[in-house]
């Protein structure tokens, strides 16, 4: 089983600033194995990036997604009162289980 | 626009069988993508259950094999989720989603039901 792990735990950061977040995979995923979620409290979680770096439809360009073999990042430039949530990175390899992270929470500091 | 609702029971006695529905609209499933369940337990995170594929082969969680089966009425545009023998550890909020093929994605995700497992 691949496991995913997230970095930081908590982000605390303010409005405009930058927010990097890490997914570090246990072994090599490919390419396009990597997604990066969103969920606000009491919602569903919402696709944001596919195939490590495709935003998916509807996601506003200050969203960004990179990374290659064991190392993902999810990159936010400038933080909106609404991007206040819980990250999670999920891989989608060649056998299940399609491990997600634990989650990076970004808070409001 | 599509859209995905899972309906089911929201109480459940452990040793009960669990059965879920996820109704699609705004897409036929014969047309195409995977389908699958998450389910995500109070205050915690993410765990994928298990999918099924167009073919109508399915892959499941290897800590639920055993217990666990989706499939496809296409009939109806839904598929389900079977799951055998619940304890307290199967309380979670179970979500159905649509599945991206060859690249990592779940695009759309229904808004979820909370399923209680309790005596």
């Known amino acids: 089983e691949i496991v995913l792990t997230q970095s930081p735990a908590t982000l605390s950061l303010s409005p405009g600033d930058r927010a990097t977040l890490s997914c570090r995979a246990s072994?090599?995923?490919?390419?396009?194995?990597l997604a990066w979620y969103q969920q606000r409290p009491g919602q569903a979680p919402r696709l944001l990036i596919f195939?490590?770096?495709s935003r998916a439809t509807g996601i506003p360009d200050r969203f960004s997604g990179s990374g290659s073999g064991t190392d993902f990042t999810l990159t936010i430039t400038r933080l909106e009162p609404e991007d206040f949530a819980v990250y999670y990175c999920?891989?989608?390899?060649?056998?299940?289980?399609?491990?997600f992270g634990q989650g990076t929470k970004v808070e409001i500091k | 626009q599509v859209r995905l609702q899972e309906s089911g029971p929201g109480l459940m006695k452990p040793s009960e069988t669990l059965s879920l529905i996820c109704s699609v609209s705004?897409?036929?499933?014969?047309?195409?993508?995977?389908w699958g369940w998450i389910r995500q337990p109070p205050g915690e995170g993410l765990e994928w259950v298990g999918s099924?594929?167009?073919?109508?082969?399915?892959e499941y969680s290897p800590s639920l094999k055993g217990r666990i089966t989706i499939s496809v009425d296409r009939s109806n545009n839904q598929f389900s989720l079977e799951l055998r023998s619940v304890t307290a550890a199967d309380t979670a909020t179970y979500y159905c989603?649509?599945?991206?093929?060859?690249?990592?994605?779940?695009?759309?995700w229904g808004q979820g039901i909370l399923v209680t497992v309790s005596s």
């Open positions: 705004g897409y036929s499933i014969s047309e195409g993508y995977d």
């Open positions: 999920q891989q989608y390899g060649f056998s299940p289980p399609y491990t």
């Open positions: 195939g490590a770096a």
């Open positions: 989603v649509r599945i991206l093929i060859g690249v990592a994605g779940l695009d759309h």
């Open positions: 072994q090599i995923i490919g390419i396009n194995s």
């Open positions: 099924i594929s167009q073919s109508g082969d399915s």
